[in-house]
C-alpha cells in the first residue's frame, strides 16, 4: 500500500511556500517554508492547533489565497488554472447548502455554473447522492435533514463534477461523535471506491489517524509543519482499528508532535 503510493503521481506540489497577511495590528505568517508533495489517492490529514495555518494551506491549494513565496502546483499546474480545469472539489466546514434549493437543487448548482447538460446533471446528482447515501433525499430541503446528512449532501456537491481531488476542512468539526465515526467510515469507503486523493483538515486525533494515510503536523505563528507521519493501515479499516496498538502508537506521536509545538500564550 506504502509502496504503491510512494510510486503514485504527484498530484499536489508544494516547496518552500510562505504566506503572510498584512493584518490591522501588523503582518501575521501563516505559512513558513511549508513543504510537502502529495500523491495520487493520498489521504493526508492536517491537524494542529487553532491559527497554526491548516485552513490557509488548503485555501493556498484552491486558488482562495495567494502563497507570498515558494513553489505550488495542483496537476502539474498553477493553483488558478488547476481551479479553471475543476481539478478538486471544496468541502467546508459548514455545510454551505442554500436553504431554497433542494438537496438535489444544491448538488446541482455547480453543475449548472459549468454548464453540464440537463440530462448529465440528473445523472450525476442521482449517482452522488447514492455515493453518500442520501438517494431518495433529493427532493428535501436542507433543513429537513439532519447536521451529518447536511453535511454529507456538501460532499456530494463536491463530488459531483468528478473532480480527482478531495479538499474538506474540517467537514465533520461540528458533529456529536457517532454521527462523526459513521461520516469517518463511509468517507474511507468512499475514498477506497473512487481512488481520489483527499486533503483533510481536523482538530480530531483519532479522527486523522483513522482516516490518513499521512498525517502532517503543524504548529502556529510561525505556521509550519512539524512531522509528517505515514499510517501503517491500509485501505479497509474497520473501526476497531482505534484499538490497536499501532493506533494508539501513532495517536501518541501525533499528540507528541502537537506538545511540542505548542506555544503557551
Ligand atoms: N485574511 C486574513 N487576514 C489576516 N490574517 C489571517 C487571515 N486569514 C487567516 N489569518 C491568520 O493566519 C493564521 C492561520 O489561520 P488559519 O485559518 O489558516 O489557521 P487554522 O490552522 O486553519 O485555524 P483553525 O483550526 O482555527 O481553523 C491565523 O493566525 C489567522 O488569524
Redesign the pocket.
Known amino acids: 500500500m506504502k509502496d504503491t503510493l510512494s510510486l503514485a503521481e504527484p498530484v499536489i506540489e508544494a516547496e518552500g511556500l510562505n504566506?503572510i497577511?498584512?493584518?490591522a495590528d501588523g503582518p501575521?505568517q501563516?505559512?513558513r517554508d511549508v513543504s510537502l508533495t502529495i500523491r495520487k489517492g493520498e489521504f493526508v490529514s492536517?491537524i494542529?492547533?487553532?491559527?497554526?495555518?491548516?485552513?490557509?494551506?488548503?485555501?493556498c491549494i484552491a486558488a482562495l489565497?495567494k502563497p507570498s513565496s515558494g513553489r505550488l502546483t495542483v496537476n502539474g499546474l498553477s493553483p488558478e488554472a488547476a481551479r479553471q480545469s475543476r481539478a478538486y472539489g471544496y468541502v467546508f466546514?459548514a455545510a454551505g447548502l442554500y436553504p431554497w434549493r433542494t438537496i438535489a437543487g444544491n448538488i446541482r448548482l455547480p453543475l449548472e455554473i459549468m454548464g453540464f447538460s440537463r440530462a448529465d446533471q440528473a445523472e450525476r446528482v442521482q449517482r452522488v447522492l447514492e455515493l453518500v447515501d442520501l438517494q431518495g433525499f433529493g427532493k428535501k430541503f436542507p433543513w429537513q435533514l439532519s447536521g451529518g446528512m447536511q453535511q454529507r449532501a456538501s460532499i456530494a456537491r463536491a463530488l459531483a463534477f468528478d473532480a480527482d481531488i478531495l479538499l474538506m476542512?474540517?467537514p465533520f468539526g461540528a458533529l456529536d461523535e457517532i454521527v462523526r465515526d459513521r461520516l469517518n467510515e463511509e468517507l474511507l469507503k468512499l475514498w477506497a471506491a473512487t481512488g481520489k486523493t483527499v486533503g483533510f483538515?481536523t482538530?480530531s486525533i483519532p479522527e486523522a489517524v483513522y482516516l490518513s494515510t499521512r498525517i502532517v503536523v503543524?504548529s502556529?505563528?510561525p505556521?509550519r509543519i512539524t512531522d509528517v507521519i505515514e499510517s501503517p493501515f491500509g485501505r479497509e479499516r474497520p473501526l476497531e482499528i482505534r484499538d490497536s496498538p499501532e493506533f494508539l502508537a501513532i495517536a501518541n506521536r501525533v499528540r507528541e508532535g502537537l506538545r511540542a509545538g505548542h506555544i503557551d500564550e
Open positions: 504566506l497577511f498584512q493584518a501575521v501563516a505559512l492536517f494542529g492547533p487553532s491559527g497554526c495555518g491548516k485552513t490557509t494551506f488548503l485555501r489565497e466546514q476542512d474540517e483538515v482538530h503543524m502556529p505563528r505556521g
